[in-house]
């Protein structure tokens, strides 16, 4: 918030630069699984799924902000979640048709989250 206040800097690189800026002082391909499993549960998140979107990702409770999620102990649980958010393409309004995967598929121990769904 420092080095850019009005947040106009977009720091998400092309795959050769992913070293150049850093979040949490860990480079973004680090950080970068983690923010888009936290954007996939709260794209269509209700209640309280909302207030504490780190309950779906892992259940368990021992993650409860970003900097938890950093932790190297959850290195291969993100590199394993192969959803990303994406759009298709760029829209005038919100049309859901262009917003890419709509439920987050979060896999933690072998277990599929996906009925956690059923929240939003």
């Known amino acids: 918030m420092q080095a850019d206040p009005h947040q106009i800097n977009n720091i998400y690189p092309p795959p050769q630069s992913s ?24 794209k269509l998140c209700k209640g309280q799924t909302c207030i504490n ?20 102990k959850f290195d291969a649980f993100y590199e394993s979640v192969g959803q990303r958010v994406s759009f298709k393409k760029c829209e005038l309004g919100y049309i859901l048709e262009s917003e890419g995967p709509q439920k987050p598929i979060i896999f933690e121990a072998g277990v599929d989250h996906r009925s956690c769904a059923a929240e939003f």
């Open 53 to 72: 979107p780190w309950s779906v990702i892992h259940p368990d409770g021992h993650v409860k902000t970003l900097g938890d999620a950093v932790d190297e």
């Open 19 to 42: 070293s150049m800026h850093t979040i949490l002082g860990l480079p973004l391909s680090k950080v970068l699984p983690r923010l888009d499993a936290l954007l996939m549960v709260t």
